[in-house]
Structure formats: structure tokens, C-alpha cells
């Protein structure tokens, strides 16, 4: 059977709630930047699962000996924030994946055509296929930055199935075209919205999560 995009929406209270709080449109930039680091670090938490490489091994407690299972630090793991609105994300990714490198990328749309174009790469020229990559992402709008940002990945070696995508909200066309793209990969988000409007944005969403978090 071939792989079909996995794509979560968590049913925890904290996401239901920082979500609410970053959709309201009275939210001030300082609490709109805590709820997007808590969804980070919240959505991350629930990426995690089953996607980290861990070893067994045995430690000794102050009373015997004792199984231990560890997240194995041999094995590559990436963080890239999609500048910029990416960056809203990164502290609460960072403290659930602290071992973890940070590689930036920049990609600005097009207003008239939707289409994504790089102003900012700075991801290694190749890496390693068991590499662990992590985008955070607040807005799956119409998918043009995202399928981008795979290509630019693919091309260096990574593995679509290696990759866990943390965005705040998705519109439908988005993940319609990456399944097409790329259906090894799996995403979360704290929920799918009903789709875009006329100029490419998500509705219900959040509105411009960069401008919201940076106070521009």
C-alpha cells in the first residue's frame, strides 16, 4: 500500500486553548508571541512521538539496576523555522528538542501569483537521509512555500518520511497538494481551517502571524 500523508490535530486542552488566544484579533503582540511559543512547544511535544531515534541501555539507580531508553544523540536532528513567521514557533520547539540544529530559510510570495520564491538558504549543501528535520510553519495556506521548502530538502538528501511539519493552522488546498507531493510526510496542526479567501489567506486563521508576533 503506498504512503498516505498522516496529518494530526491533537486533541489537548493547552493547544484548543493558545489556539483560541491567537485567533482573537484583541490579542496583544506580547501574548500572541506566548501563545504561538506555547503551541510550538505543545504541537512539538506531539510530533515527537515515534519520530525520535532512541537507544536501550541499562543505568544503575541508588537502589539497583535499571532499563533505561534514551533519544540517541548519534542520529541528526534539524529545526527550520520558515522565515519569518517561523521563528514565532522556535523557542518552544527548542525546549522540547534542545539537541536539535537550527537552519534558516526565507521565503517571500508573490501576492499576484501565490508563488513562493528564496530569499534566505542556509541549509548545508547535503545531509544525511536518517537526518530528523522539524519546519515550523504557523500558516499551510496555499502550500507554495511549503513544497519549496521540501524541494530545497529533497534535493540535499532528506527523507520525506523523516520530516514532521508544526504548523498553527492549514487550509485544505495546502495539504491536498503536499499528499500529492510528498505523502510520506506527516504534519501537525492545532486545526484545518474551512479554506482561503481571494488573496491566499487562511479563514478563519489567525491573520498575519509574522506581523502579529513582531508587532509590524
Known amino acids: 500500500m503506498a504512503p498516505q500523508l498522516r496529518v494530526f490535530v491533537p486533541p489537548h486542552p493547552l493547544v484548543k486553548h493558545w489556539l483560541g488566544v491567537a485567533r482573537d484579533v484583541n490579542t496583544p503582540s506580547a501574548l500572541f508571541r506566548t501563545a504561538m511559543t506555547e503551541l510550538g512547544r505543545w504541537l512539538t511535544y506531539e510530533a515527537a512521538r515515534e519520530w525520535l531515534p532512541t537507544f536501550d541501555t541499562q543505568v544503575e539507580t541508588p537502589l539497583a539496576p535499571c532499563p533505561a531508553t534514551f533519544v540517541n544523540p548519534e542520529v541528526p536532528m534539524m529545526i527550520i523555522p520558515i522565515l519569518r513567521a517561523g521563528l514565532a514557533l522556535m523557542e518552544g520547539a527548542q525546549s522540547v528538542l534542545p539537541l536539535a540544529s537550527v537552519y534558516h530559510v526565507g521565503y517571500v510570495r508573490n ?24 519546519i515550523s510553519e504557523p500558516m499551510l495556506a496555499t502550500g507554495g512555500t511549503m513544497m519549496t521548502a521540501m524541494a530545497d530538502l529533497v534535493e540535499r538528501g532528506i527523507q520525506p518520511g523523516n520530516v514532521r511539519i508544526v504548523a498553527i493552522v492549514a487550509a485544505p488546498v495546502a495539504l491536498k497538494k503536499l499528499a500529492e507531493a510528498y505523502p510520506e510526510l506527516t504534519i501537525y496542526t492545532a486545526m484545518i481551517d474551512e479554506g482561503l479567501n481571494e488573496n491566499g489567506y487562511i479563514v478563519p486563521g489567525l491573520g498575519d502571524a509574522g506581523d502579529r508576533t513582531f508587532g509590524t
Not at 499576484?112 to 541549509?123: D, R, V
Open 111 to 134: 501576492e499576484e501569483t501565490l508563488e513562493a520564491s528564496c530569499y534566505l538558504n542556509k541549509l548545508p549543501s547535503s545531509l544525511s537521509p536518517e537526518t530528523r528535520v522539524l
